[in-house]
């Protein structure tokens, strides 16, 4: 079951509003792995994303418009970096979206299990040893057959917006000295060996800002969940 994000502010926010500094290269990556070999082919499966509006009261109401929206805008800059990440790599044919979702939403679980205990290292897992050893396991086997590729880039976001009403509230409540959280920013992307399923790269961000909603402002979340991809030479 994914976390929504109204769980994941009132956890976190207070901690993270921005992406988390002083990462280093060898949480990110798993061990033994430093960078797609030369001629690796990957796969960009569909970007899996979901937006909501917060009403005056706090609730967390999905957008199906917002959303649609934000696929588009995010998709279309994955593919755009296309030449950033490796020689070789394409977009997940349509026809195979509804048949690899389950894969998708199974990415969005394990993602948030490394966030959680790994990259924030609440409740770390002794069998980890503080490394990055997380795996898709199996599930990933159609996928390798069903498109040939070595490895696949999974995302994630979940972003929030307060409407007009949760603006107004937030404001009457801080001349009362009582602050209320508005939106929030959470996304995850992962390289998956498509051979074993492990997960050889993992970055994340967790803010305040940002817009899917906005093709500029997709662009730069895309570059920021990006960042330190372990490119081929």
């Given at each position: 079951?994914?976390?929504?994000?109204?769980?994941?502010?009132?956890?976190?926010?207070?901690?993270?509003?921005?992406?988390?500094?002083?990462?280093?290269?060898?949480?990110?990556?798993?061990?033994?792995?430093?960078?797609?070999?030369?001629?690796?082919?990957?796969?960009?499966?569909?970007?899996?994303?979901?937006?909501?509006?917060?009403?005056?009261?706090?609730?967390?109401?999905?957008?199906?418009?917002?959303?649609?929206?934000?696929?588009?805008?995010?998709?279309?800059?994955?593919?755009?970096?296309?030449?950033?990440?490796?020689?070789?790599?394409?977009?997940?044919?349509?026809?195979?979206?509804?048949?690899?979702?389950?894969?998708?939403?199974?990415?969005?679980?394990?993602?948030?299990?490394?966030?959680?205990?790994?990259?924030?290292?609440?409740?770390?897992?002794?069998?980890?040893?503080?490394?990055?050893?997380?795996?898709?396991?199996?599930?990933?086997?159609?996928?390798?057959?069903?498109?040939?590729?070595?490895?696949?880039?999974?995302?994630?976001?979940?972003?929030?917006?307060?409407?007009?009403e949760r603006k107004a509230a937030m404001i009457a409540m801080a001349f009362l000295g009582v602050g209320l959280a508005g939106g929030a920013q959470v996304g995850y992307a992962s390289l998956v060996n498509l051979k074993d399923?492990?997960?050889?790269?993992?970055?994340?961000?967790?803010?305040?800002?940002?817009?899917?909603?906005?093709?500029?402002?997709?662009?730069?979340?895309?570059?920021?969940?990006?960042?330190?991809?372990?490119?081929?030479?």
């Amino acid at each position: 079951m994914f976390y929504r994000p109204r769980f994941l502010i009132g956890l976190f926010l207070s901690l993270l509003l921005h992406t988390a500094p002083g990462w280093t290269q060898s949480k990110n990556l798993a061990p033994g792995f430093t960078r797609l070999p030369d001629q690796a082919k990957v796969v960009i499966m569909p970007a899996d994303v979901e937006l909501f509006s917060i009403s005056a009261g706090g609730v967390q109401e999905p957008r199906a418009d917002w959303t649609e929206q934000a696929q588009k805008h995010l998709q279309q800059e994955l593919l755009h970096q296309r030449s950033n990440l490796a020689r070789q790599v394409s977009p997940l044919k349509a026809e195979l979206h509804d048949p690899m979702a389950e894969l998708n939403g199974l990415h969005g679980a394990v993602a948030q299990s490394i966030f959680l205990h790994h990259i924030q290292g609440i409740s770390k897992l002794p069998t980890k040893n503080g490394e990055l050893r997380w795996t898709l396991g199996e599930a990933v086997k159609d996928l390798r057959d069903q498109t040939q590729a070595d490895y696949a880039l999974f995302v994630w976001i979940r972003d929030s917006y307060a409407s007009a009403e949760r603006k107004a509230a937030m404001i009457a409540m801080a001349f009362l000295g009582v602050g209320l959280a508005g939106g929030a920013q959470v996304g995850y992307a992962s390289l998956v060996n498509l051979k074993d399923g492990q997960v050889v790269w993992f970055n994340a961000l967790m803010r305040a800002s940002g817009d899917l909603r906005e093709p500029q402002a997709a662009e730069e979340t895309a570059q920021v969940l990006l960042r330190n991809f372990p490119r081929a030479p």
